[in-house]
């Protein structure tokens, strides 16, 4: 949200580039036997990587063209001394011989040879990062390919472009350039060509979320070359699902990523950019995994290929990773065979090899990370004279992606001078890129890359924070204040974007304006998470922003939130142990208390962060009573919404479906078949889909056939910070969010009103997931309704039922909001001596419009 890319994509990049054949093409007219043989023995010299020897068999047949005025031929002689020099990393070599070349061919028929040497040629300027130069020649040659019918040659040419496209972040227009590549492919015999076509399909796939058909496709990829035995396409499909892999996160995803890793290194050429490319993968799998020693081991193979690697843009960013990879050792061990001097030489052979290609690109994050090395080390000056070269570096070839970084990374070495100003004017451009990036961000896959949390969402916290730093009991200024929740609000967007892989939230409503405007007795609780404290931002109607400093730790913070979780789930928080909630009261609540009561607020919207969106915030207790028991309560992902209006209840048609038998690794729901009869008696007409008659494709068709402002499915399900994981349970099978999503998109393309209010009534948040409230707030958005009433955790247990034959009862009064229907729900458990402790009556948020 992606979406959000592109965030370095040219770390680790996986896609390696293949062209159909290293030689062009055979000489277009009959030749004397003798550059006949020439020909035959450069490429035979070729295939086997002795680029030298061929180039200087390609130049005498070269110069026996030119005497014989063969200029088609010649040019095709040139073009295939152009491939050999980019093996060799001799770039200026190389564009010489492409561009005289094409300068050959220039006054002649635009023919195959013309377009093939335009595929050298954007081949060259992939290699050197040149990649928007690269789509526009490969676009002319496609071209001609298309005008000649040549359907593999266009293949080939689409695919090209697709990676091009992959590698400046444009993944949407990747991923339609290879919808129409994968028609293609599958109506063509197998070959290298429909390998590596399958594997970019399944790269994009993969990279804007779509893990499960990227999987799919990349077995696919990976089928074909083991059939024609091609090791390179099957390596290089291995590397693949191995990202696949281990972008799931389920359990043993790390083991089995290793595995296609260590395949794809066994058949892969020793010293090859590829066989490094997957040892470094599984490097940083062990390393995460902490086994150490076979870290170390693999550290000591990677160190002898690494140096054999002839310079290109690949090799590095090998190198960077690879120093990288050594980085995270030497923090978690300190371990004295890797030293900081090790990592520093490693660094520096990338600056070397970027300087000899003239990557710019490369060689302005090869700098960076060599500053952010000298900041690690506390060399802050020699840091900051590293990381301005780099961030110069990467202005200079607009690198957005890679510029961030090291603003972020200016800032940081500022502020550790004290020069708050300065280090300010650099976080406000960081974060300002990081806006401009919304779309292509998201669509970085994130576990192959890098990590969201250590990458992005810093920049967005140490941000807030440096804006909210204030001398000993002053308040931040007006503008700081504005500032610093508009940084926050950012980061909720990218986070839901982030797990979406797509950017999603484009909404109009400002709840500010709401609240100045329309709910004058409703007020708005920002709370931010830093390291050292919980900073809370509050608005009230009509009034300037307002906040409060608790200085309490993080790690405080998420401990207290995690206990409270654990102890209301075994049902240990009752009338008398309130500690926790008490405790969350005074942090959250309590400073504000002169300020709600001064303005008569009646409604608390909270905008929660982090780990808070895990806890209830009705239950809140400030030692005499629940927050429920004074105030209506809602949630909201942002401080943005769809447009905000009350119900019409004109009109109470709702889609109720539900599971009460038991399936596969999911007890059954004694209660869902009450709870759907009463919702029928409460309403005017009530859809029921229960058991059988609730599956998928029922589901969807409801969704999409008839208008229907409500929508209450009872049902398993969960919600977790990893989108693959965050699902619903229907009688065939798990409804995964994205599905979800696409059902309810299309509803909106083909139905003009929107869903009011979506319910999810038997569900809960992934255990120990401290972000698992992050996917009920993406079903919330992704699923376009205005509102969405779910549970954190799940009550297999007759007050849901109770609780929601209480909330269709009061949803149907005139003049009653739905935030009011929950709340007088609530309220009605917890004065019911069975039902109530928090356990019962807790769990159920309302998200988004509370009217």
């Avoid at 001394?81 to 300068?103: C, F, H, R, V």
């Avoid at 919980?534 to 405080?556: A, D, G, R, T």
């Avoid at 309560?633 to 769809?642: D, E, I, M, T």
Wanted: include cysteine; proline fraction near 3%; charged fraction near 25%.
């Amino acid at each position: 949200m992606k979406k959000f890319k592109s965030i370095i994509l040219i770390i680790l990049i996986s896609l390696l580039f293949t062209t159909l054949s290293p030689i062009l093409t055979k000489p277009t007219f009959s030749n004397p036997p003798q550059i006949e043989h020439l020909l035959d023995r450069g490429k035979k010299l070729y295939d086997v990587g002795k680029f030298e020897e061929a180039i200087g068999l390609l130049k005498q047949a070269v110069s026996r063209y030119q005497l014989n005025g063969d200029k088609l031929n010649q040019a095709v002689a040139l073009s295939n001394i152009s491939l050999a020099y980019q093996k060799l990393g001799q770039w200026q070599k190389a564009e010489t011989n492409i561009n005289n070349s094409l300068q050959l061919l220039r006054n002649l028929p635009k023919n195959i040879t013309y377009a093939q040497s335009l595929d050298v040629k954007g081949k060259l300027e992939f290699e050197k990062g040149e990649f928007q130069n690269s789509i526009i020649t490969w676009e002319e040659a496609a071209k001609i390919y298309s005008r000649l019918d040549l359907q593999p040659a266009l293949t080939q040419s689409l695919i090209n472009q697709a990676q091009a496209m992959q590698a400046l972040g444009l993944f949407i227009k990747a991923q339609k350039t290879l919808i129409s590549v994968r028609e293609n492919l599958d109506k063509q015999p197998n070959s290298v060509l429909k390998s590596v076509g399958l594997r970019s399909i399944g790269d994009v796939l993969r990279i804007i979320g779509n893990v499960d058909e990227s999987k799919t496709v990349l077995l696919q990829s990976l089928d074909v070359a083991s059939t024609l035995k091609a090791n390179q396409a099957k390596s290089e499909a291995l590397v693949s699902l191995g990202n696949t892999v281990r972008v799931q996160e389920n359990i043993g995803s790390q083991t089995s990523a290793i595995k296609y890793y260590q395949e794809a290194a066994n058949i892969a050429p020793i010293n090859s950019n590829l066989r490094l490319q997957a040892q470094l993968n599984i490097l940083n799998l062990l390393v995460g995994m902490e086994n150490i020693n076979a870290a170390m081991e693999l550290i000591s193979q990677i160190r002898t290929e690494i140096k054999q690697l002839s310079p290109n843009r690949k090799s590095v960013f090998i190198c960077i990773n690879f120093a990288k990879a050594l980085k995270k050792i030497k923090q978690k061990t300190n371990i004295e065979t890797v030293s900081w001097l090790d990592i520093a030489q490693v660094l520096s052979n990338a600056v070397k090899q970027a300087e000899i290609i003239k990557d710019k690109r490369a060689l302005a994050y090869a700098l960076g990370n060599l500053g952010q090395l000298y900041e690690q080390t506390e060399q802050f000056d020699a840091a900051r004279k590293l990381t301005q070269k780099a961030l110069n570096m990467a202005n200079s070839v607009r690198a957005e992606d890679i510029s961030y970084q090291f603003q972020w990374q200016m800032g940081r070495l500022y502020r550790r001078k004290g020069n708050i100003k300065k280090a300010i004017k650099f976080y406000d451009a960081a974060w300002n890129i990081l806006k401009s990036l919304r779309s292509d961000l998201v669509a970085v896959d994130s576990n192959v890359q890098f990590s969201f949390r250590e990458s992005i969402e810093p920049v967005y916290r140490e941000y807030a924070d440096l804006l909210l730093k204030t001398a000993k009991n002053k308040q931040p200024s007006k503008q700081k204040l504005i500032a610093a929740r508009e940084v926050i609000e950012s980061l909720q967007l990218a986070q839901i974007d982030n797990f979406f892989n797509s950017a999603c939230f484009n909404t109009k409503v400002v709840l500010d304006d709401i609240v100045d405007r329309q709910n004058l007795k409703t007020a708005i609780v920002y709370p931010i998470i830093l390291p050292d404290r919980l900073e809370v931002i509050l608005k009230l109607p009509l009034s300037s922003l307002v906040s409060y400093s608790n200085f309490i730790s993080q790690k405080e913070v998420e401990k207290t939130i995690q206990k409270l979780r654990t102890d209301i789930e075994e049902r240990k928080i009752g009338a008398d142990n309130q500690a926790e909630f008490q405790k969350l009261y005074s942090w959250l609540l309590q400073p504000a208390e002169k300020y709600l009561e001064n303005s008569n607020i009646e409604t608390l919207v909270f905008v929660l962060d982090g780990s808070l969106r895990n806890i209830p915030p009705a239950a809140l207790h400030d030692g005499r009573k629940y927050l429920i028991e004074k105030y209506t309560v809602a949630v909201s992902p942002g401080l943005q919404q769809y447009e905000l209006k009350p119900l019409q209840k004109t009109r109470f048609n709702v889609l109720t479906g539900g599971l009460s038998e038991e399936r596969t690794n999911f007890p059954k729901l004694d209660y869902v078949e009450q709870e759907l009869q009463q919702i029928k008696f409460h309403v005017s007409d009530a859809k029921i889909l229960l058991n059988e008659k609730f599956t998928s494709d029922a589901v969807e068709k409801q969704v999409n056939k008839k208008t229907y402002p409500i929508v209450h499915l009872a049902t398993h399900g969960q919600f977790s910070s990893n989108s693959d994981e965050t699902f619903l349970l229907a009688y065939d099978g798990r409804i995964k969010v994205k599905e979800l999503s696409r059902w309810l998109h299309d509803r909106r393309e083909n139905l003009p009103q929107p869903i009011e209010l979506l319910v999810l009534s038997a569900c809960e948040t992934a255990t120990g997931d401290n972000e698992a409230a992050l996917g009920l707030a993406g079903v919330a958005i992704q699923a376009g309704a205005r509102s969405t009433v779910a549970s954190l955790w799940a009550l297999n247990d007759a007050s849901t039922a109770e609780l929601m034959n209480h909330f269709y009862h009061q949803l149907t009064k005139p003049n009653i909001a739905k935030a009011q229907a929950l709340r007088h729900a609530q309220l009605s458990l917890l004065k019911n001596e069975e039902y109530s402790i928090p356990y019962f009556w807790a769990p159920y948020v309302l998200i988004g419009n509370w009217l």
